[in-house]
């Protein structure tokens, strides 16, 4: 990960930006159910089913990377149920933390075509392939999201320095 910027995002800091996307969407309308992407898009799933009144929230479970850091081959661990499906796929909303490159989102807009997809935060080669985001991030940022770090005493900058 060396030559890249770091953008640490606080719980507060994803909350107000999945709640901004939620505010989006609800302009759009006519959801009935949500596709959240395992595991990132769980997080904003469950803030957007809560906002936009959504009692219906599947996952479709993918796997893009692995040591949490190192992205790997794209596998899908589970598709969409036939519940979901049998929606009317422009009724279904797939919901992710993060569209980076773009592969998982190509994947997903194999299985649910006609889905509305939306990413909290999306990176430039991955955004053609959502409908709606909240934060443009540059590609060679990585993102820490909230579940993947902890509080822990940082040394003074004059400290660190000596």
């Given at each position: 990960m060396e030559n890249r910027k770091i953008l640490a995002l606080s719980?507060?800091?994803?909350?107000?930006?999945?709640?901004?996307?939620a505010g989006r969407l609800a302009n759009r309308g006519g959801f009935s159910a949500i596709a959240a992407v395992t595991r990132g898009g769980l997080f904003p799933a469950g803030v957007i089913a809560r906002e936009l009144g959504?009692?219906?929230?599947?996952?479709?479970?993918v796997a893009s990377y692995h040591e949490e850091t190192e992205r790997g081959e794209l596998a899908v661990l589970k598709p969409p149920s036939p519940e979901l499906t049998a929606r009317p796929?422009?009724?279904?909303?797939?919901?992710?933390?993060?569209?980076?490159?773009?592969?998982?989102?190509?994947?997903?807009?194999?299985?649910?075509?006609?889905?509305?997809?939306?990413?909290?935060?999306?990176k430039p080669q991955g955004l053609p392939l959502v409908d709606a985001f909240v934060r443009?991030?540059?590609?060679?940022?990585?993102?820490?999201?909230?579940?993947?770090?902890?509080?822990?005493?940082?040394?003074?900058?004059?400290?660190?320095k000596s």
């Open positions: 719980w507060d800091a994803f909350h107000a930006d999945t709640r901004a996307l959504i009692r219906v929230v599947d996952t479709v479970c796929s422009s009724e279904v909303l797939i919901i992710d933390d993060l569209v980076d490159t773009g592969a998982t989102a190509k994947l997903l807009r194999e299985m649910l075509p006609q889905a509305y997809f939306a990413t909290v935060y999306a443009e991030v540059a590609q060679d940022t990585w993102i820490y999201f909230p579940w993947d770090t902890g509080l822990s005493f940082q040394a003074p900058i004059a400290k660190a």
